[in-house]
C-alpha cells in the first residue's frame, strides 16, 4: 500500500502564497495519476465530500483544474523524488480547507472519475490551509 504525506500548509494572508507537497513510498508513484482535493470547515468528514481542486497524469504531461483554482494553483510532480507538489497563489479565505492528496491507477486521468474522489486509491492524512481577509 503506497503512503502518502502532505506538507506545507499554514495560515496566510489573502493574497499570499503556499506550496504544498505530497510525498509517496513505494515503487507505484511514477505510474499512478495523483491528485489534490480539500475538505471545508464545516463539511461532514466523508470521502465523497472532500472537493476536486488538481489532478496530474502519470507522466505529468497533462494538469487538469476546478474553474476556481484556474490562474492561481499549479499542480506538479517530480517522479524521481516520488513528490508532487501543489502551488498555490493568490488565495483567498474560500481557500481555508484541509488539503489532501490522492494517488490512483494510471489510467484514471484523463477520464470522467479523475475528479471523483471515490475513484482514488490512497490518500494522506491531510493539511491545514487557512487563510485570513
Known amino acids: 500500500q503506497v503512503q502518502l504525506v502532505e506538507s506545507g500548509g499554514g495560515l496566510v494572508q489573502a493574497g499570499d502564497s503556499l506550496r504544498l507537497s505530497c510525498v509517496a513510498s513505494?515503487?507505484?508513484?511514477?505510474?499512478?495519476?495523483m491528485g489534490w482535493f480539500r475538505q471545508a470547515p464545516g463539511k461532514e468528514r466523508e470521502l465523497k465530500e472532500r472537493?476536486?481542486?488538481?489532478?496530474?497524469?502519470?507522466?505529468?504531461?497533462?494538469?487538469f483544474y476546478v474553474d476556481s483554482v484556474k490562474g492561481r494553483f499549479t499542480i506538479s510532480r517530480d517522479n524521481a523524488k516520488n513528490t508532487m507538489y501543489l502551488q498555490m497563489n493568490s488565495l483567498k479565505p474560500e481557500d481555508t480547507a484541509i488539503y489532501y492528496c490522492?494517488?490512483?491507477?494510471?489510467?484514471?486521468?484523463?477520464?470522467?472519475?479523475?475528479?471523483?474522489?471515490?475513484?482514488?486509491?490512497?490518500w494522506g492524512q491531510g493539511t491545514q490551509v487557512t487563510v485570513s481577509s
Open positions: 513505494g515503487r507505484t508513484f511514477s505510474v499512478s495519476a
Open positions: 472537493e476536486f481542486v488538481a489532478a496530474i497524469t502519470a507522466s505529468g504531461g497533462s494538469t
Open positions: 490522492a494517488i490512483g491507477s494510471q489510467y484514471l486521468c484523463p477520464g470522467s472519475r479523475c475528479n471523483d474522489p471515490t475513484s482514488f486509491a490512497s
